[in-house]
């Protein structure tokens, strides 16, 4: 049931600002580990090995942290340590943040002050943001929630499923380590490659777990089920990531919209292989719908777990 009670934390009272916010400290650990371990890396190899350093020993501390806070706090009162549990939980949970940065940019967008959606989906994404147009900007808002469907709601309530906000603390450190190192950059190709391989393989199970409850999300809010799942076989596979092409392919064919197209990082052009077939204009109404999604398969995420617990006694 904590899971249950995590979830509605963040769907109602979310990150108040007043709180420190435990990532807040995940990333001044990794800049300090990364100031003291990237120097190590002399050659590509001793790079690696300082990287891999880095990886297992944020995700160490912080699970060991979080356990020894909330075993503290149990000695006191149990209720104590379920109280933190559940709120450490629900830091790792983005749901309800995702929301409001997408509802920022419709707002935008439907006051036709495309500067200030670039500059705000440029908060949220990593692509050269300053040139894009309407099209365009929704495009990366869509992609973005699609993405973090996974890294956002459905990884962090698996792992707290599995154990408690230790485990679920460890996967956000696993997922804040990719997003500040795990980039193929010069600087992070080496250095950064156990951060961005950890972080596939423990969101390997929940991308799967994405793709298996997506077209039922899409179903059940009257969208396109058979077409997401027939995107996710189809398109799933083309996306870089072993792991982010499942949702937003899944997005795209509920929707009926094509995602995917070409993208600048610091001004260097990539494209990404297109996802989804073009039936449908990529308009407010397919971030409405997207949001939409997200908060369904959240749901439907709980609910598998909860009644996990039950039928299998976890």
Do not use: C
Request: charged share 20%.
């Amino acid at each position: 049931m904590s899971i249950l009670f995590a979830y509605l934390v963040d769907l109602f009272i979310g990150d108040p600002p007043d709180l420190p916010h435990p990532v807040v400290g995940m990333g001044r650990l990794i800049s300090w580990g990364e100031k003291l371990l990237y120097p190590w890396g002399k050659t590509p190899t001793f790079s690696r090995l300082a990287g891999m350093v880095l990886t297992a020993g944020v995700i160490a501390v912080t699970y060991l942290a979080s356990y020894a806070l909330l075993r503290l706090l149990g000695a006191f009162h149990p209720a104590l340590a379920l109280i933190l549990d559940i709120w450490l939980t629900s830091t790792t949970i983005s749901a309800r943040g995702l929301a409001r940065e997408a509802g920022k940019i419709r707002r935008l967008l439907l006051q036709d002050a495309l500067e200030g959606a670039r500059l705000a989906v440029g908060q949220i994404v990593g692509r050269d943001t300053d040139r894009l147009d309407r099209r365009e900007v929704l495009r990366a808002t869509v992609e973005t929630v699609a993405e973090n469907m996974v890294d956002g709601v459905v990884a962090p309530l698996f792992y707290g499923f599995l154990g408690g906000a230790p485990l679920a603390m460890a996967y956000r450190a696993a997922n804040t380590l990719d997003s500040m190192v795990g980039y193929k950059s010069d600087r992070y190709r080496h250095f950064g490659w156990a951060a961005a391989r950890f972080d596939d393989l423990v969101n390997y199970l929940p991308a799967r777990l994405t793709g298996l409850l997506l077209p039922i999300a899409a179903w059940s809010l009257r969208l396109d089920g058979k077409g997401a799942w027939g995107a996710i076989l189809a398109d799933a596979r083309v996306h870089p990531s072993p792991n982010s092409g499942i949702s937003e392919a899944g997005v795209a064919g509920a929707l009926g919209i094509q995602l995917g197209g070409l993208n600048y990082y610091g001004g260097v052009p990539s494209f990404r292989p297109h996802m989804g077939k073009d039936l449908r204009p990529l308009d407010i109404d397919s971030l409405d719908k997207t949001v939409a999604l997200l908060f369904r398969v959240a749901w439907l995420v709980v609910l598998v777990l909860l009644l996990a617990r039950r039928w299998v006694g976890w």
